[in-house]
T-cell receptor, first 111, second 114 residues
Framework: QQQVKQSPQSLIVQKGGIPIINCAYENTAFDYFPWYQQFPGKGPALLIAIRPDVSEKKEGRFTISFNKSAKQFSLHIMDSQPGDSATYFCAAKNTGNQFYFGTGTSLTVIP | DAGVTQSPTHLIKTRGQQVTLRCSPKSGHDTVSWYQQALGQGPQFIFQYYEEEERQRGNFPDRFSGHQFPNYSSELNVNALLLGDSALYLC?????????????FGDGTRLSIL
């Protein structure tokens, strides 16, 4: 059973657009929600993360919106650039420090 | 500040063989987790080591085993390799103490089973 559900599977936007990637979870024991960016041949790199007591967090061009009651969170990439083309994963951590990952979103930013 | 390092980067084995993958955590980190990432999928948690003991385990058979050394480095061992074990194996390190401690990943070992 997929603990974290991620959508869409793939996304194509024009340069300067704002891609939005969504994730949903069921386990209310999750206490930390990171987003990772992965380029081909590389491991996932931590982008930004949020705790459930915060509704929004912004770091540079990346913003996480968190809706605790709906058990959903999303990643927004402002002013997207071709260099942002990568696969993005959401994740959730339980109190036992075990991380569950979404299935990934392949983002393509067209120049 | 060295990040998470994994070796080897690529490995080719045949069915039935055994393999050992190695990981050195980021400086200052004491917890190591291992993940299996199949092509086009998200990482799947295998297990986590802290204080040289397995603390958490995902839904993987006991053909998958590990070890953590006093310097916090870790090994992943897989016995009786199957074709389905072909994947990218990722190591991630973190600090055990405190909630919300981020995990940092290495670039993985690409394991191919023939």
């Amino acid at each position: 059973q997929q603990q974290v559900k991620q959508s869409p599977q793939s996304l194509i936007v024009q340069k300067g657009g704002i891609p939005i990637i969504n994730c949903a979870y069921e386990n209310t024991a999750f206490d930390y929600f990171p987003w990772y960016q992965q380029f081909p041949g590389k491991g996932p790199a931590l982008l930004i993360a949020i705790r459930p007591d915060v509704s929004e967090k912004k770091e540079g061009r990346f913003t996480i919106s968190f809706n605790k009651s709906a058990k959903q969170f999303s990643l927004h990439i402002m002013d997207s650039q071709p260099g942002d083309s990568a696969t993005y994963f959401c994740a959730a951590k339980n109190t036992g420090n075990q991380f569950y990952f979404g299935t990934g979103t392949s983002l393509t930013v067209i120049p | 500040d060295a990040g998470v390092t994994q070796s080897p980067t690529h490995l080719i084995k045949t069915r039935g063989q055994q393999v050992t993958l190695r990981c050195s955590p980021k400086s200052g980190h004491d917890t190591v987790s291992w993940y299996q990432q199949a092509l086009g999928q998200g990482p799947q948690f295998i297990f986590q080591y802290y204080e040289e003991e397995e603390r958490q385990r995902g839904n993987f058979p006991d053909r998958f085993s590990g070890h953590q050394f006093p310097n916090y480095s870790s090994e992943l061992n897989v016995n009786a390799l199957l074709l389905g074990d072909s994947a990218l194996y990722l190591c991630a390190s973190s600090l055990a103490r405190g909630a919300g401690q981020p995990q940092h990943f290495g670039d993985g070992t690409r394991l191919s089973i023939l």
